[in-house]
């Protein structure tokens, strides 16, 4: 699905609504929503080659916090789309944006973020970004931009 | 997919393995397999158009059992295919069988099977499986046989 | 588990950390916690008699939006006591603060809000929280707060 | 809960129903049973120190193959009594069965059954179950058969 909803996402994965993910009120249970958002951040994290460079080095991501809005209740059969942009980033942590844009509505169902900070496997402490994985960042970002309109 | 190991099944969905999905074996957790299996299931019960049978009559399908024999981990990155086809009808219940393939391995990883009882909802109690379903059931194994070279 | 980081909650549940909830990064998933928010929320409706009203005037609680701070990893095996408590009420609104307790550590595992809005289910609208329901929070909110030294 | 139906089984743990794992059809959901399963064979497992002995030797266990018959449909809230025992060993396998009795009903949820064979995860390959292990399994096996009047 390509859609406006999508553009200013870099990283865009489809999933289908799984029949089993409704709870008893008929609607995509909350937690399936994070599930979405995580299976989003690791297509952008492989984007990254992120874990490569975490194999290498110890130094890779953890997830410090996150969140949901929920717009619109998904409901079974429907795809969902899921967009993945990185909005900030600092010196030893970097915010991710997620979308949900369901199939059958052609409209946002949720809204959410994730903190994602550098983490030194090895040391067992927090580390700073690394200089490689800022730049890759910031070339997949700039590949959204550049495909607009008046990008560049 | 259009596979080998797919033909005999007339109905055949596409998931991607959520990286979420693993467990601390790094495999595929045993659970996902009956949540392939089931939405295999809902995608052969749409195909029978069952959903508007059970509204109109009270009568539908319930699970009495499900079993699963694991061929091949799987590992994300991957994508399955899982095929249903039904196997044995008889006058109240009727037995699905599922493989899921491995995109990755171009293999079985999972060979399953589900045991479909007839059951009248508003009754609350075993029904006998209306000749309607029976028929498009047949019609839609038909499918698959005629589908081969020898078939019919 | 009676514990001073749990005492300021009215309601706390009790949950074992399941095996198989582990990802393969061999800690509890994420998404798990969104689980044991939603448990802690249903043991909060059920001292509300939440159902019962919603049953009789079609007015019940829906999730707006919800997040997680993670503070330490979850293993298996462990079991979380999670505290719930309602920290804003507004005309149609209110915040739920959870907190993750693990008995293995002894601390926080990790801290989340839920913001709950009332709604119609019959007018498919939002609606005013029933002061009944607002009168029960009070109650079970002041239930906390009594039992501290200087309560009430 | 201390009960007739589960006076066999060794190793017996206790789950709350969750309100999420309920499905549309507002029953506990499929899959979850399989969760159910795996919790009680990890119980079992951790009184057989099995993974003590899987570290110093790279020899465990691999579930090959399980399955589940539904009794009774399981609904939040409730809580449920999982039995499991070990039914039948051979050179390099042996076969598990469960219980699943409901709290709210005192009566069989579910049954079920896995089949988990010897694993050398170094070597990859099957290798004979380790007399250590069939040792302790015999023994704890034996500690239900002597708490029955004719045991001995």
Same mark, same amino acid.
């Given at each position: 699905?390509?859609?406006?909803?999508?553009? &200013?996402?870099?990283?865009?994965? /489809?999933?289908?609504?799984?029949?089993? /993910?409704?709870?008893?009120? =008929?609607?995509?249970? !909350?937690?399936? +929503?994070?599930? +979405?958002?995580?299976? *989003?951040?690791?297509? $952008?994290?492989?984007?990254? =080659?992120?874990? !490569? $460079?975490?194999?290498?080095?110890?130094?890779?991501?953890?997830?410090?916090? &996150?969140?949901?809005?929920?717009?619109?209740?998904? %409901? +079974?059969?429907?795809?969902?789309?899921?967009? &993945? =942009?990185?909005?900030?980033?600092? *010196?030893?942590?970097?915010?991710?944006? $997620? %979308? %949900?844009?369901?199939?059958?509505? *052609?409209?946002?169902?949720?809204?959410?973020?994730?903190?994602? %900070?550098? $983490?030194?496997?090895?040391?067992? =402490?927090?580390?700073?970004?690394?200089? /490689?994985?800022?730049?890759?960042?910031?070339?997949?970002?700039?590949?959204? /931009?550049?495909? &607009?309109?008046?990008?560049?």
């Amino acid at each position: 699905m390509s859609h406006e909803l999508l553009k &200013t996402y870099p990283v865009v994965i /489809e999933l289908p609504v799984a029949w089993g /993910e409704m709870d008893a009120l =008929r609607h995509v249970n !909350n937690i399936v +929503y994070f599930r +979405y958002f995580e299976s *989003a951040r690791m297509a $952008y994290f492989t984007r990254l =080659r992120i874990w !490569n $460079y975490m194999n290498e080095t110890g130094i890779g991501p953890i997830l410090a916090s &996150t969140g949901c809005k929920f717009k619109l209740p998904l %409901v +079974y059969p429907d795809t969902v789309s899921v967009g &993945t =942009r990185i909005s900030e980033i600092e *010196a030893d942590r970097f915010v991710m944006k $997620y %979308v %949900v844009v369901s199939h059958q509505h *052609a409209k946002v169902a949720a809204e959410g973020e994730g903190l994602v %900070v550098s $983490y030194d496997y090895r040391a067992l =402490r927090k580390a700073p970004l690394p200089d /490689e994985i800022k730049t890759r960042i910031e070339a997949l970002e700039k590949s959204v /931009e550049s495909g &607009t309109p008046d990008g560049g």
